[in-house]
C-alpha cells in the first residue's frame, strides 16, 4: 500500500504535514484536559481554595475542549482536501496508463476491472484518507502522551490496564485476520459484478429481443449474492468488535475505581486525596488508550480493503506494457507505405496455439493486398500485427524496410489510416469523429473543414451527412447508436482517409455496404488515393478482385498467393469461395 503514496506529489506532501501538525496540536490540548480535572478535584477537596480558582480552571478546561474542536474541523478539512486531491491524481494517472495499454494488457485485466480499479478502488483510498489517515496520527501520540501520564499510578491499575489492552488487541487481530481474506474478494466480486453490469448495457438489444431479461438478471442476482454473503462475512467479524471494546472499556474504569476505593480505604486522609484525584487522571486516560485502540480497530476495518485496493491500483500503474514505442521517428519518402511479413506468427496471450503460422508476403507501394478466408482463420489478427495492437511473437513485420517495433508508436500509428471491423464511433459530431486524433497533416480550421467534406464524399457518405439538418455537425450519440450500420462504417471510413495516410488497413469494412455502394467507395478509393498501400480483409469476391495480389487464409496459413485469376487456377480453396458467391458466368 505504502507505494502507492510514493505517488504523492509536493503539494499533497504539503497538506499531509499540515494534516499531521493539525493532529498533533489537536491532541495536545485534548489531552490537557484531564490535568484540569484533577486540579479541580483536588481544588475542591483542599479547604481554603476559593470558587474563583475552581472557575478558572474549570474555564480553561473548556477553552481547551472547544481548542480541540477547531483544531479537529480544520484537520478534517485539510485531510478531506487532500484524499479528494490525491484520488484525482490517481485517476488521471490510472488513464493515463491504461491508455498506454495494448490490447494485450486490456485483455489481461478486463475492462470491467479497469473500471472497478479507477472508479471503486481509488474511492475505497480515498476513503481511507479522508478518515482514517488522522486516526492512525493520532493513535500512537495520544498512547505515548497517555502513558506518560499514567506513570505515577499504582501499579495495580497499570497490570489491569495492560490486561485490558493486551484482550482488545487480540481481538483487534483475530479479526484481521479473519476478514483480510474477505476483503481481498470483495474487489474481485465487485469486478464480477461490474462485468455483467457492463455486458448488459452494451447487449441491451438483443437481451430486449430474445426475451433474455430473466436470464440476465438471473446472472446478476448470483453475482450480486455472492458479494452480498462475502460483504456479511467480513463484517460479522466487525461486529464483534465494539461489544468487546465498550465491554473491556467499562471493565477496565469499574476496576480502576475498586482498586482505587480498596486503596483509598486502607490510607489516611491526604494520601486518599492524592489517591482519588490520580485515579480520576488514571482512568481518564486509560479509557483514552482503550478509546484510541478502538479506533485502530476502525482503521484496520478499512486496512485489509484498502491495501487490496491499492495493491490492484499499482498492478495497473506498474505494469510493464508489452508493445513499447521505439524512437525512430523519420519518413522515408522513396519507399512510403511497403509492408512486409516476414515469417510472421502470432499467439494470443493466454493460447496454447499460434493463430497465424509462418507468413510472409510484401505489399509494395501503392499495391493492393487482399486477405480473404473463413471466419476465424486470421484475418483480423494479422491486420492488427501492423499497427501494433499486438506484436507479432515470431518473425517480423517491416514498414518502409524498418521492423514496426523500431518505429515510435506516433509515427507508426500516424502512417497508417485504419478501419476496424465492427466500426466505433464516438460521441460528438460527424465531423468531429472524422476529424479525429492527430496526424501529419497541419490543416487550419478552413482547410480541416474542406478535408472533412472531402473524405465524407469519398467514403460515399456526403448524401446521408448533408440531408441531415445539422449536416457536418450532426450529433453522433455513445457508440454511434443514432446512425445505421453501414452510415456508421462509411464514417468510420472517412476518417481514416481523413488521415491522408501511407497505408490503408480495411478490416472487412466493405461488407456492411451493399454491393453498390461497396463497389463505387473502391472505385473513389482507388481514385483518389492512387499510390496509397492497402491491406484489405474481406469476404466477399468482388470487394477485392482487383487486388493486386490475394492472399487465401486458412487457419492461420497461406493456401494460397497471387491475383484472381491466377488463384482460380490454382487454389482450390479459392475457387470453392468464388463459385459460392457468383456464377460461373459472373465470374468469367
Ligand atoms: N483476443 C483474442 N484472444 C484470444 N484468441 C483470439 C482473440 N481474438 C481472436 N482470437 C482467435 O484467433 C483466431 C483468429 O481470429 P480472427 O479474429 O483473426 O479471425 P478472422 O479471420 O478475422 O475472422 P472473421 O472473418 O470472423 O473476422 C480465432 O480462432 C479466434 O478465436
Ligand atoms: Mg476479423
Not at 203 to 208: M, Q
Not at 286 to 292: D, E, M, Y
Not at 556 to 572: A, F, N, P, Q, R
Request: charged fraction near 20%.
Amino acid at each position: 500500500m505504502l507505494k502507492v503514496f510514493k505517488r504523492l506529489n509536493a503539494h499533497e506532501w504539503a497538506l499531509i504535514s499540515i494534516s499531521i501538525a493539525l493532529v498533533v496540536a489537536q491532541v495536545i490540548t485534548d489531552l490537557r484536559i484531564p490535568g484540569y480535572m484533577s486540579t479541580i478535584t483536588r481544588l475542591i477537596e483542599t479547604e481554603g481554595s476559593t470558587m474563583n480558582e475552581i472557575l478558572r480552571t474549570g474555564g480553561m478546561m473548556l477553552l481547551m475542549a472547544v481548542l480541540s474542536m477547531l483544531v479537529m474541523f480544520c484537520s478534517g478539512f485539510v485531510s478531506s482536501r487532500l484524499s479528494a486531491y490525491f484520488s484525482r491524481d490517481l485517476r488521471n494517472q490510472i488513464f493515463h496508463k491504461v491508455q498506454t495499454f495494448s490490447l494485450e494488457e486490456i485483455d489481461r485485466f478486463s475492462t470491467a476491472s479497469l473500471i472497478t480499479r479507477s472508479t471503486n478502488d481509488v474511492a475505497q483510498l480515498q476513503n481511507f484518507i479522508a478518515g482514517g489517515f488522522t486516526m492512525i496520527v493520532n493513535m500512537p501520540i495520544t498512547v505515548g502522551i497517555a502513558l506518560s501520564k499514567m506513570a505515577g499510578g499504582h501499579w495495580q491499575w497499570t497490570v489491569l490496564t495492560t490486561a485490558c489492552v493486551i484482550i482488545v488487541l487480540s481481538v483487534v487481530i483475530f479479526v484481521i485476520l479473519y476478514a483480510h481474506p474477505r476483503f481481498r474478494r470483495m474487489q474481485v466480486l465487485t469486478d464480477n459484478l461490474n462485468a455483467v453490469t457492463r455486458e448488459n448495457m452494451t447487449g441491451i438489444r438483443v437481451i430486449r429481443a430474445y426475451n433474455a431479461a430473466g436470464y440476465q438478471m438471473d446472472k446478476f442476482t448470483e453475482r450480486n449474492d455472492t458479494l452480498t454473503k462475502n460483504q456479511t462475512q467480513a463484517q460479522r467479524a466487525m461486529t464483534v468488535m465494539r461489544p468487546t471494546m465498550r465491554f473491556t472499556q467499562n471493565i477496565l474504569t469499574i476496576g480502576i475505581y475498586c482498586i482505587g476505593a480498596a486503596i483509598i480505604s486502607r490510607s489516611s486522609s491526604t494520601e486518599a486525596l492524592t489517591t482519588f484525584s490520580t485515579m480520576v487522571v488514571f482512568s481518564n486516560y486509560a479509557a483514552r488508550i482503550l478509546f484510541s485502540i478502538q479506533s485502530l480497530n476502525m482503521i484496520f476495518n478499512q486496512i485489509p480493503r484498502v491495501t487490496v485496493c491499492a495493491n490492484r491500483i499499482n498492478e495497473v500503474l506498474e505494469t510493464d506494457v508489452k508493445v513499447k514505442s521505439g524512437t525512430d521517428t523519420e519518413n522515408d519518402a522513396s519507399k512510403e507505405g511497403t509492408i512486409e511479413f516476414r515469417n510472421v506468427s502470432f499467439r494470443y496471450p493466454d493460447s496454447e496455439e499460434d493463430v497465424i503460422h509462418d507468413i510472409s508476403f510484401t505489399a509494395n507501394k501503392g499495391e493492393t493486398v487482399a486477405f480473404i478466408g473463413a471466419t476465424g482463420s486470421g484475418k483480423t489478427s494479422l491486420v492488427n500485427l501492423v499497427p501494433r495492437f499486438y506484436d507479432a511473437t515470431g518473425g517480423q513485420v517491416l514498414i518502409d524496410g524498418k521492423d514496426v517495433r523500431e518505429y515510435d508508436l506516433k509515427t507508426l500509428h500516424n502512417k497508417i489510416g485504419y478501419t476496424p471491423q465492427r466500426a466505433v464511433l464516438f460521441t460528438g459530431t460527424v465531423y468531429s469523429n472524422v476529424n479525429y486524433g492527430e496526424n501529419n497533416n497541419t490543416y487550419n480550421e478552413a482547410e480541416a473543414f474542406e478535408a472533412v467534406k472531402d473524405a465524407v464524399r469519398i467514403a460515399q457518405a456526403k448524401d446521408f451527412v448533408e440531408e441531415k439538418e445539422d449536416g457536418y455537425f450532426t450529433f453522433i450519440s455513445r457508440g454511434g447508436t443514432n446512425v445505421s450500420g453501414g452510415q456508421k462504417q462509411r464514417i468510420s471510413i472517412a476518417r481514416s482517409v481523413f488521415r491522408k495516410p501511407e497505408i490503408y488497413i480495411f478490416d472487412d469494412t466493405f461488407g456492411a455496404l451493399d454491393y453498390k455502394t461497396d463497389r463505387t467507395l473502391r472505385a473513389a478509393l482507388k481514385e483518389e488515393t492512387a499510390g496509397v498501400t492497402t491491406l484489405i480483409v474481406a469476404q466477399r469476391i468482388g470487394t477485392i478482385r482487383d487486388a493486386d495480389k490475394i492472399l487465401v487464409l486458412d487457419d492461420g496459413e497461406i493456401v494460397g498467393m497471387g491475383t484472381h485469376d491466377e488463384l482460380m487456377k490454382t487454389c482450390m480453396i479459392y475457387r470453392e469461395i468464388a463459385y459460392t458467391q457468383m456464377s460461373e458466368e459472373e465470374l468469367a
